[in-house]
C-alpha cells in the first residue's frame, strides 16, 4: 500500500477551507433535493476544515445560487450554442415502425 505523505493531505484537505454549500431547511421525511421546492430557504454552510458550520440563511434556491456562484448571477444569460429545433409534425418522430 502506498501511503500519501501527511503534507500532501493536509494541502488538499486546507484547500476546502471556506468552500460554501446550500442545505434546504425542512422537517421531518420532507423533501431533500434542492430542485424539489426551490421557494423553501436554504442554510448556506461553510467548510471549516473539520465540519460544516452556519454561515447564513437565503430565502430561497436563487438567493443561496447567488451567495454559491456570484460570477454567475453577474454575468448576462448567455445564447444557446445551437438554435432550437422546430418540434416535429406528428408521425415524424425519431422512431420509426419497422418495414
Not at 430557504?41 to 454561515?55: A, K, L, Q
Not at 444569460?77 to 415524424?92: F, M, T
Amino acid at each position: 500500500m502506498d501511503d500519501e505523505p501527511l503534507s500532501e493531505w493536509a494541502e488538499r484537505r486546507d484547500a476546502k477551507i471556506g468552500r460554501l454549500r446550500a442545505v434546504p431547511i425542512f422537517f421531518g421525511d420532507g423533501p431533500k433535493g434542492s430542485h424539489l421546492n426551490p421557494g423553501a430557504p436554504r442554510v448556506i454552510e461553510r467548510w471549516n476544515g473539520s465540519g460544516w458550520e452556519v454561515f447564513t440563511v437565503a430565502a430561497n434556491l436563487n438567493e443561496a445560487r447567488k451567495l454559491l456562484r456570484p460570477a454567475d448571477a453577474e454575468s448576462p444569460a448567455q445564447e444557446p450554442a445551437q438554435p432550437a429545433r422546430p418540434p416535429l409534425a406528428p408521425g415524424r418522430g425519431k422512431h420509426r415502425k419497422p418495414r
